[in-house]
């Protein structure tokens, strides 16, 4: 079974200052790991995707995460956060093996002035 | 491509009465799934579909829920009766095909509050 644990709930950091949230999954077979965000009142969008290949993806909006299968993470980070940056993001892994994604139970990233 | 259509995105209703969510999934998508998100629970798959067909249903609570894919463009998620406990924010999406390392898109939810 797989499973995914998001370590912090909230995490709260300064405008222009970096970020990261972390995300460790469990799984036994090859995974497709997900982040994806959650404005205010709206459905989640996907960020950005691993399925293979370099272990370093990037979003259009200047996120990145990271795969590390020795470590079964996959972080997400950003150089310099914005206040548009506000919101609640999910880590999520899937397999060639089930048809579902499995979500952590999210960050939710507070931006200070 | 109007996305995943979600109906109505508010909804309150008193106790014991029957509550009816609406999606439109995205064409040519041939997967649906149903999620609940919760401040205690997250997010948690409810059921899914598959072309029309459930393939999933184990993370329905209990049978006061039920959830039906008459065709491909139109799914309903029904609680009867509601209970103060299924208040929640319920969630729609759509994947087009079998790979999963598609993701899925997500419609925009109703919350249901129930007193």
């Known amino acids: 079974a797989q499973s995914v644990t998001q370590l912090d709930s909230q995490v709260p950091v300064f405008e222009e200052a970096p970020v990261e949230l972390r995300c460790n999954y469990s799984?036994?077979?090859?995974?497709?790991l997900f982040w994806y965000v959650q404005y205010p009142n709206q459905g989640l969008q996907l960020l950005l995707k691993?399925?293979?290949?370099?272990?370093l993806v990037e979003s259009i909006n200047g996120f990145e995460a990271e795969f590390n299968k020795s470590q079964t993470s996959f972080h997400l980070r950003k150089p310099s956060v914005h206040i548009s940056d506000t919101a609640e993001y999910f880590c999520?892994?899937?397999?060639?093996?089930?048809?579902?994604?499995?979500f952590g139970k999210g960050t939710r990233l507070h931006i200070l002035p | 491509d109007a996305g995943v259509i979600q109906s109505p995105r508010h909804e309150v209703t008193e106790m014991g009465q029957e509550v009816t969510l609406r999606c439109k999934p995205i064409?040519?998508?041939?997967?649906l799934f149903w999620y609940r998100q919760t401040m205690m629970r997250g997010l948690e798959l409810l059921i899914y579909?598959?072309?029309?067909?459930?393939?999933?249903d184990s993370g329905m609570p209990e049978d006061r829920f039920s959830a039906k894919m008459p065709n491909a463009s139109f799914s309903t998620l029904k609680i009867q009766p509601s209970e103060p406990r299924d208040s929640a924010v319920y969630f729609c999406?759509?994947?087009?095909?079998?790979?999963?390392?598609?993701?899925?898109?997500f419609g925009s939810g109703t919350r249901l509050t129930v007193v």
């Open positions: 999406a759509s994947r087009p095909g079998p790979d999963r390392y598609y993701g899925y898109t």
């Open positions: 799984s036994s077979v090859s995974v497709y």
């Open positions: 691993y399925l293979s290949g370099s272990t």
């Open positions: 999520a892994v899937s397999s060639n093996r089930d048809d579902k994604i499995i």
């Open positions: 064409s040519g998508h041939d997967y």
């Open positions: 579909f598959n072309n029309n067909v459930p393939i999933d």
